[in-house]
């Protein structure tokens, strides 16, 4: 069911998979429980391309070839999840850990799944649709979950699917804000960082054919509840990209490879010192990339964004707030931010417990903190004016604690010092850092005086900017 030789692990390098991803997202949104869980808690809004690259990793963990790694992603997921429950805007509870949910997002993703064969001319014969459910039945067992949740075979499942999208789906918040708004504000992916202009235009044409292209896609019966709108030629847009995406299939075995992809997009071409070979190809590509902004901007003026230029060390404090506290996008400083920020370290650093709990505890005694210094009107909630009005309070007690705590995770050998590998491990990028005296070893003193900078002082960072802040 698992491993190299799955169903599953044909569709994961197949360019068409993207656009299927895409829909059963929105899918998954339409649910009530899940669109008040993305909308409390999640970072797709700030931070999609980082959340787009977590869940590829997610996925090959749990359908690759070894146990023990899909084991510990499914319990990671399983604490991941245990933690997201509340209520939404109509006072409605949800809770992640429901069954009855994860089941249905399992079943968005292979509908999606048997979706793009069908639309891009390439139906799934019954056996292989057969085999791609017991795929994600399996998936969904190694969560832990009752496997019943999901009807038994795939001749049940269409009607579970039917009435599920009949009665339960609806235009929910987070529905809206990923077909209205994610793609047409889309920020960059960390490869076009600094290239703004070239972004702008080209998402200023893609992020509406996008948007089109997935409401076209979604069943007809929602999209006449939900009043989505039809718009003239989208539905031939949308059988045009999926039948485009199939000609991939005629491409030679590993021309196109999903994890390749997605690193390229997480590449900066500016990584000096850097042990990638590709940053150097990077760099003669973003010249030339430049060059196209340019000739964008004198034939069709854009607002000029300064592509290329070198930014000032300091942000300002509204930049800062944005950037790197509001990880939900929501424009105030919250619980869900900072447990955001846990999350994405947690998984950086692949923990288990009890080392996760310690984060995610030392995350919430730094929150408890801020609360108490800088929530003045007592909303349960920091605006940015609150924030602007006592900066200095970040750099309280608890935020030393949570330095202390990331860096005796990140630490995983114990000697009191940040090796290459384990640098490599919380970054993502080479150990370019060399103290003095310290051979390329970084210590718990000069790691924590670093963190403390960058989380109270707003200044740039080559390490942590990546890390909280790039989307």
């Known amino acids: 069911m698992f491993g190299r030789g799955s169903q599953f692990h044909r569709f994961f390098n197949d360019p068409r998979w993207a656009l299927a991803m895409v829909r059963a997202t ?46 510990r992603e499914a319990a990671r997921l399983n604490r991941l999840h245990a933690r997201l429950n509340g209520t939404d805007a109509r006072n409605r509870p949800y809770d992640a850990m429901d069954p009855q949910v994860r089941a249905w997002v399992v079943a968005t993703l292979f509908e999606s799944s048997v979706t793009m064969c069908r639309l891009s001319g390439q139906p799934l014969d019954q056996a292989t649709m057969e085999r791609l459910y017991s795929e994600f039945r399996a998936f969904y067992a190694v969560l832990g979950d ?7 075979t795939v001749r049940e499942f269409w009607p579970y699917y039917d009435r599920t999208v009949e009665e339960e ?26 290239l703004p202009t070239t972004w702008a235009a080209g998402r200023a044409l893609a992020g509406p054919v996008i948007g089109m292209i997935t409401v076209a896609s979604l069943p007809e019966p ?23 995406a199939g000609l991939a299939r ?28 590709r940053a150097a190809a990077l760099t003669a590509l973003q010249g030339r990339v430049k060059q196209a902004g340019a000739l964008i901007r004198l034939l069709a003026p854009w607002p000029h964004q300064g592509d ?32 955001a920020m846990a999350r994405e370290l947690s998984s950086r650093l692949d923990l288990d417990e009890p080392e996760e709990t310690r984060l995610y505890n030392a995350y919430a005694a730094w929150w408890r903190e801020l609360q108490a210094a800088l929530d003045i009107d007592g909303d349960g909630r920091i605006s940015r004016d609150e924030y602007a009005g006592a900066v200095p309070s970040l750099a309280g007690p608890a935020l030393i604690r949570v330095a202390e705590v990331l ?26 850092r060399t103290m003095a005296g310290a051979d390329t070893r970084y210590s718990r003193s000069a790691f924590v005086a670093d963190f403390l900078s960058f989380m109270s002082g707003r200044r740039r960072s080559t390490a942590y900017d990546p890390l909280l802040a790039q989307a």
């Open 26 to 71: 929105v899918l998954e949104a339409a649910h009530p429980q899940v669109g008040a869980a993305l909308l409390d808690n999640s970072t797709f809004v700030a931070h999609p391309w980082r959340r787009l690259h977590n869940t590829l990793v997610s996925l090959q963990r749990m359908f690759g070839d070894d146990d023990d790694t899909r084991q």
């Open 407 to 432: 860096f005796d995770a990140t630490d995983t050998d114990g000697d009191q010092f940040i090796d290459a590998r384990e640098y490599r491990a919380l970054f993502r990028e080479g150990f370019k």
């Open 222 to 244: 929602f999209r006449r509840r939900a009043g989505l709108p039809e718009i003239p030629g989208a539905q031939t847009v949308m059988q045009g990209a999926y039948t485009t």
């Open 169 to 194: 789906l609806e235009n929910t918040e987070a529905l809206r804000i990923i077909l209205y708004r994610l793609f047409d504000h889309l920020p960059a992916p960390p490869l076009l960082d600094k």
């Open 146 to 152: 009752d496997a019943d949740h999901l009807p038994p």
């Open 308 to 339: 290329g230029e070198e930014t000032a060390p300091e942000r300002s404090a509204d930049e800062f707030f944005t950037a790197v506290l509001d990880q939900t996008g929501d424009g105030y400083l919250d619980w869900p931010d900072l447990a």
């Open 250 to 277: 005629f491409l030679p075995d590993g021309w196109f490879s999903t994890e390749g992809v997605v690193g390229l997009l997480f590449q900066t071409p500016d990584r000096s010192g850097s042990d990638d070979p």
